[in-house]
């Protein structure tokens, strides 16, 4: 098939077009869109978003909300809370099942599960999750910005009172708007602290006052003029400056990896952009589908142009999206001129798939999800080990074979419990306490050492390394947990 001319030198205009844009992508990368090239920070004035995504990111971001305030409060029917995370006390509650120091296999093992989930995630998905579930977004986009429009106007009525003089009406709205800001961080704060210490301390704290509860009342203040300088003041830089999930997704993302994209190819075209003339012919001149209106720079909340390319400030939070679309239908033309896309769904000029690679991803993510699950709950509330001990051997009494062994208990659930250890792999053995007699008292949160002897019948005993299963039975005869250990013998 030949090819003419005249499609050879449209060919060679869009190369030539997309050479110039890929140089000015590289002078983007190379800056912080917060920022001036002096270092003083470009404060950002994103206008209020409106449209599909963001109404869907409002209900989401409700519901998060919802439960994260809700949950510290919740008690379940064993007693715990949903959630606790007690660093000093080291005490840990994961969906209502406590956790100790004893089980820092299983947080290796979360830790684990966590990074690589994040880098899977990543490559397939981009930062979905910085647009939509993220605190920091929810709250800053979601709480504080809502507010601030709510006081104070959109963004050009903002940028007017930054810079008129401190009158009567900036005051006004400025201390309205500081002290809103200060109380809901003090909210946050409670709301943190009861994560950390649980609701009955917070409870405590405000009913016997901040003199007798100084140092959780010192948290509270401390938290809270920490999330009250984040969400007033240093904003968009927590995901710009501070927060490490950016940085990876230059070198997590690809070609393949799904991310709020500009479709640079219709939006050029071969003349690039230009300002929007009633009645004209785009395509015959040339001219891409993006009017160079700016909207979806002005909406951008980390004060990017997302018609640069991927840029590390950028946090999918659909707001370009929903001003580009807005501005096509008013005009005419398709949406979607930015929209959720990988790099080769742009260059082809496809829509959105779910791909193989995408199911893998997402079949190894719930997969590793499935995992962790099964590690945190499949393990025993009351932990048990039983050694020989150290330096003995078998003994013999009557017709017995005699181990002397040691116990550790070691109880995991919130409630004190009443346990007796059992010989369960065989029948007619005896175990007999070196003090005391076989009902253990063990306490919630504690570890119980001790040792005994173990007799069973000589005509039992078929090795000289018998293998042997202990348990440690409940009150009502229940077997809450099992060790397998050996037995000596004479038996060859």
Not at 54 to 77: D, E, G, N
């Amino acid at each position: 098939m030949s090819i003419s001319n005249s499609d050879n030198k449209e060919e060679f205009k869009l190369d030539e077009h997309f050479d110039e844009v890929s140089q000015m992508n590289e002078e983007v990368r190379n800056s912080i869109g917060t920022m001036e090239k002096s270092g003083k920070r470009k404060w950002v004035y994103p206008k209020k978003p409106s449209g599909n995504y963001t109404t869907k990111r409002q209900y989401v971001s409700y519901v998060l909300l919802a439960i994260l305030f809700i949950t510290p409060f919740i008690t379940l029917p064993n007693g715990n809370p949903i959630f606790k995370f007690d660093v000093i006390s080291r005490e840990f509650v994961i969906l209502g099942f406590p956790f100790f120091t004893s089980d820092f296999f299983l947080l290796a093992i979360g830790m684990i599960t966590t990074i690589i989930f994040i880098i899977l995630f990543t490559m397939a998905y981009g930062r979905l999750f910085c647009g939509w579930i993220c605190p920091q977004t929810i709250f800053l986009e979601m709480v504080f910005r809502r507010i601030e429009y709510a006081i104070e106007g959109d963004r050009a009525k903002q940028m007017r009172l930054d810079k008129q003089e401190w009158d009567e009406e900036k005051i006004r709205k400025k201390l309205l708007k500081w002290t809103i800001f200060a109380i809901i961080s003090f909210l946050i704060s409670n709301v943190f602290l009861a994560y950390i210490v649980g609701k009955e301390a917070l409870i405590n704290l405000i009913l016997d006052g901040p003199i007798e509860q100084f140092s959780t009342f010192f948290g509270l203040i401390f938290f809270t003029v920490l999330f009250y300088f984040v969400f007033a003041w240093f904003r968009e830089q927590a995901c710009t400056l501070v927060c490490p999930y950016g940085r990876f997704q230059g070198v997590l993302i690809d070609s393949q990896t799904i991310n709020v994209t500009y479709d640079f190819k219709r939006g050029e075209g071969t003349s690039g952009r230009s300002k929007y003339k009633k009645n004209e012919d785009r395509a015959a001149a040339g001219k891409g589908d993006c009017i160079d209106c700016g909207q979806c720079v002005a909406v951008c909340p980390t004060g990017i142009d997302i018609r640069e390319g991927i840029q590390l400030e950028c946090v999918n939070c659909t707001a370009c999206i929903d001003a580009c679309d807005e501005v096509m239908d008013k005009i005419g033309l398709p949406t979607g001129l930015i929209r959720y896309a990988s790099e080769d769904n742009i260059k082809k000029g496809e829509k959105f798939k779910f791909t193989k690679r995408l199911a893998a991803y997402t079949v190894a993510l719930v997969l590793l999800i499935g995992v962790m699950s099964a590690f945190l709950f499949s393990r025993s509330l009351v932990e048990s080990k039983y050694l020989k001990v150290p330096g003995t051997s078998y003994t013999t009494e009557g017709t017995y074979y005699v181990n002397q062994l040691e116990y550790t208990l070691y109880n995991k659930t919130n409630e004190d419990q009443l346990v007796k250890i059992q010989l369960l792999s065989h029948k007619n053995s005896v175990v007999e306490m070196y003090v005391g007699d076989n009902n253990l008292p063990l306490n919630k949160g504690e570890i119980i050492q001790g040792k005994f002897y173990l007799k069973i019948p000589q005509s039992e005993v078929k090795s000289y390394k018998e293998l042997v299963v202990i348990g440690l039975v409940d009150q009502n005869g229940k077997v809450i947990d099992k060790y397998e250990t050996s037995f000596s013998s004479p038996y060859k």
